[in-house]
C-alpha cells in the first residue's frame, strides 16, 4: 500500500471513516485536472464499463435522432441505461446503430482518443466486457474532463435512478453508484467490474474540500470501490 495512505490512515482522528485502499492504481486531481496524488498512475489496465462513457460520447458527436426507437427503447433511453444502470445490451444497441455500424463506432472510439493525446487507451469493444479495453488512471482524467462537456452525461451521472415508461409500466433502475443522491454534487460518475478489472470508478464531483475527480482501477470488487473512491475525494 502507499505510504502516504497508511499516514493518513494513522493521523485520522478517531471514528473518521478511515478506509484502506485495496486499488492497484488511483489518483485523486483538483476539478481543472491537476493530479494531487496517487498510484500507478500510468499503468495500463482494463477498464470495464468506465468504457461506456466513451461509447456514449462517440454517439452522441453523431447528432443521431435521440427520439429514435431501437429497440423497445429510444436512442436517449438507451444512452441512460449505458450510463446508468451500465446495461452492456444498450452500449451494444448504441454502437450497432452507429453510422457505419460497431466497426465504425469502434474506430470513432479509439480516434476519439488518439485525437485527445491518449495513447495508452484503446478499445475492441462498447460495453467494457473485453479486458483488452484498457487505459491508465492518467488518462481517464482527460477522459473524465471531456465527458462534462456533454448534458446527457452529467445528467445520467446525477440520476439515482431513471425511471421508463414502457407501454402502461413503469421501469425502475438504479445507478451502479449509491451514493448519487445521498451524498456530494456529482458532475460525472461511471462505475466498472469484471474479474480482470477488479472494482473501479471515475468520479468528478464536489465535496466539502472543493471539486476532486477521483479515479480508482483494480479495487477488491465492487464493494470496496466507492467507499474507496469516496474516501481519496474526501481526504486530498
Known amino acids: 500500500m502507499n505510504k502516504l495512505i497508511w499516514l493518513v490512515l494513522f493521523l485520522l482522528p478517531l471514528g473518521s471513516a478511515a478506509v ?70 444498450a ?10 455500424g460497431d466497426s465504425r463506432c469502434i474506430a470513432s472510439m479509439n480516434y476519439k482518443m488518439h485525437s485527445m493525446g491518449l495513447s495508452a487507451t484503446k478499445f475492441v469493444e462498447p460495453t467494457g466486457l473485453s479486458v483488452m479495453n484498457i487505459s491508465t488512471a492518467e488518462e481517464l482524467v482527460t477522459i473524465v474532463l471531456e465527458a462534462q462537456k456533454y448534458p446527457a452525461i452529467v445528467e445520467a451521472s446525477r440520476s439515482s435512478q431513471i425511471k421508463i415508461k414502457i407501454r402502461k409500466q413503469w421501469l425502475v433502475f438504479n445507478n451502479t453508484n449509491p451514493i448519487i443522491g445521498k451524498r456530494h454534487d456529482f458532475i460525472v460518475s461511471k462505475t466498472g467490474y469484471i474479474r480482470a478489472s477488479g472494482g473501479c470508478i471515475v468520479m468528478l464531483l464536489d465535496t466539502d474540500i472543493g471539486r476532486r475527480l477521483v479515479v480508482v482501477l483494480g479495487s477488491k470488487n465492487t464493494h470496496t470501490r466507492i467507499p474507496e473512491a469516496e474516501f481519496i475525494a474526501n481526504n486530498y
Do not use: F, H
Open 20 to 89: 484502506p485502499i485495496t486499488a492497484q492504481s488511483w489518483l485523486v486531481a483538483t476539478g481543472d485536472g491537476k493530479i494531487i496524488d496517487g498510484a500507478n498512475i500510468k499503468e495500463s489496465r482494463s477498464i470495464a464499463s468506465i468504457t461506456k462513457l466513451v461509447t456514449v460520447m462517440v454517439v452522441l458527436d453523431a447528432k443521431q435522432d435521440p427520439n429514435e426507437r431501437l429497440t423497445k427503447y429510444t436512442r436517449s433511453e438507451l444512452i441512460q441505461l449505458a450510463l446508468v444502470k451500465s446495461d452492456n445490451t
Open 91 to 100: 452500449a451494444k444497441k448504441l454502437c450497432d446503430t452507429y453510422p457505419g
